[in-house]
C-alpha cells in the first residue's frame, strides 16, 4: 500500500541558468520527474548543477561545432528525420537527471552499521552506476555516437 499526501509540500525552487546553448533546469521537473521528494532544496540545487557543469563538460566540442555552425542555442541544431522536435533537449535532461540522480544516491547511502544496511547501500551504489550509464547514453545519442557493447571473454 502506497500512502498519498503524507509529505508537506516541497518549496517550488527557482530553475537554474545555463550556459545560453542549453536549456535551464528546472528543480521542480526533476523532483516530479524523478521522485525525489524528500532531498533538501540545497541538496537537489547542488546535485542539478555539479550534473550540469559535467554532462556541458562532456558536451562542449559538441557545443562548440554547433556554435561555429552558427547555431547560438540547441533550440537551432536541426534533428535528424528520425527525430521529433525537442528530442535534442529532452536528451539533454535526460542527462542530467541521471547524473544528479547518481549522485544524489551516492550522497544519501544508509548510515546503518549493519550488514542490512550494507547490501542496500550497494544496492544504491549499483543503482548510481545505471544512472550514470544513462547519462553516458543520451549523451551518445544527443552528439550521435552510436552505443557500443564491450564484452570481455
Known amino acids: 500500500m502506497i500512502a498519498h499526501g503524507t509529505n508537506p509540500p516541497s ?10 546553448f542549453w536549456p ?17 532544496p540545497k541538496r537537489l540545487t547542488q546535485s542539478l548543477r555539479a550534473a550540469m557543469a559535467d554532462v556541458n563538460r562532456q558536451l562542449a566540442d559538441y557545443q562548440a561545432e554547433q556554435q561555429e555552425s552558427g547555431r547560438a542555442t540547441i533550440d537551432e541544431v536541426p534533428v535528424e528525420n528520425w527525430q521529433t522536435p525537442g528530442d535534442l533537449q529532452l536528451l ?11 549522485d544524489l544516491l551516492e550522497r544519501y547511502r544508509d548510515a546503518s552499521a549493519t550488514g542490512e544496511g550494507d547490501e542496500r547501500g550497494e544496492a544504491k551504489d549499483l543503482a548510481a552506476d545505471d544512472y550514470r ?3 553516458r547514453w543520451a549523451i551518445a545519442e544527443l552528439t550521435g555516437i552510436n552505443h557500443t557493447t564491450v564484452e570481455l571473454i
Open 11 to 20: 518549496p517550488t525552487l527557482e530553475p537554474i541558468a545555463n550556459n545560453g
Open 24 to 40: 535551464e533546469i528546472n528543480p521542480n521537473d526533476f523532483r516530479e520527474e524523478e521522485r525525489v521528494h524528500s532531498v533538501t
Open 92 to 102: 539533454y535532461r535526460r542527462a542530467v537527471y541521471a547524473q544528479a540522480q547518481a
Open 133 to 135: 550509464a544513462d547519462a
